[in-house]
């Protein structure tokens, strides 16, 4: 499970709904999508904690998205030694190419503004806290450390 602060996404994948969304409608609700995604996220992330904490903690691999980005193939290679795997050489070879073909593909993309879809995101991010507390844990778990206070 990749970790990051919803909050740092919300604006992102309501984007993404209203791109979608507006090739079917010519009254596009963009504070809807905005309200539709914080309640949608704070749920999905309530669940998250509830269903680990009710004990399939175990059953969960953790990496915190910023070491995904900062080092994929070593954030893949310890998944794969915690899976009790091995990853060949010509996978970690073909994986980076990968990593670096895509990379140079990717456009810049611009950001919304979070006024058009009614999010204050200093407003939102204290409803993903608790499960920010617990991603923090939960990675510093998977890294074997005793806490990682603070992420950054």
Known sequence: MTHRD???????????????VG????HLDRRYLGELNVRQWSSGMERAVKFRDGGA???????DFRAMQADPIGE????YRWLGES???EFEGRMQAWWDENAERREPHPKAD??????????????FADYVEH??????????EKHAWPLT
């Not at 090739?23 to 010519?26: A, C, W």
């Not at 979070?114 to 409803?127: C, K, S, V, Y």
């Open 87 to 89: 990853m060949s050489g």
């Open 57 to 63: 903690e175990h059953r969960f691999f953790d990496i």
């Open 114 to 127: 979070p006024e058009a879809f009614g999010l204050n995101l200093n407003a939102i991010r204290p409803l």
């Open 76 to 79: 893949v290679r310890r998944l």
């Open 6 to 20: 919803p909050t740092d996404v919300l604006l992102s994948v309501a984007d993404v709904y209203a791109d979608i």
């Open 23 to 26: 090739g079917f409608t010519d």
């Open 135 to 144: 991603s923090q844990r939960w990675i510093a778990q998977s890294r074997g």
